[in-house]
Nanobody
Framework: QLQLVESGGGLVQPGGSLRLSCAVS????????IGWFRQVPGKEREGISC????????NYADSVKGRFTISRDNAKNTVYLQMNSLKPEDTAVYYC?????????????????WGKGTLVTVSS
């Protein structure tokens, strides 16, 4: 059974950093593009970053570009999201998602497999 489990969320002060992890099981990560999304209650889910199956291509939403870095370790079946210079507006539940079709990831539309999310709160 294909599963994605996010971890690493928590409370951090503005300007601080967090690293989120997305651990996958039940499938071989090598063949899947992985995206990170976030959602604030009452608002639409926002795609923020994607990494290709090989790790050779990445993209970022303008809202996080230059502050967040996505990476993957296929040997560990884990994808990471390093978040620096965090702002209060980054507060949200963060989800990772997987799909074998890369274009779904890079357009942030139609991802097939989802984790349950981890809460990130940026506040002083």
């Amino acid at each position: 059974q294909l599963q994605l489990v996010e971890s690493g969320g928590g409370l951090v002060q503005p300007g601080g950093s967090l690293r989120l992890s997305c651990a996958v099981s039940g499938f071989t990560l090598d063949y899947y593009a992985i995206g990170w999304f976030r959602q604030v209650p009452g608002k639409e889910r926002e795609g923020i970053s994607c990494i290709s199956s090989s790790g050779g291509s990445t993209n970022y939403a303008d809202s996080v570009k230059g502050r967040f870095t996505i990476s993957r370790d296929n040997a560990k079946n884990t994808v990471y999201l390093q978040m620096n210079s965090l702002k209060p507006e980054d507060t949200a539940v963060y989800y990772c998602a997987a799909d074998r079709i890369g274009s779904r990831c890079f357009t942030f539309v139609g991802m097939n497999y989802w984790g349950k999310g981890t809460l990130v709160t940026v506040s002083s």
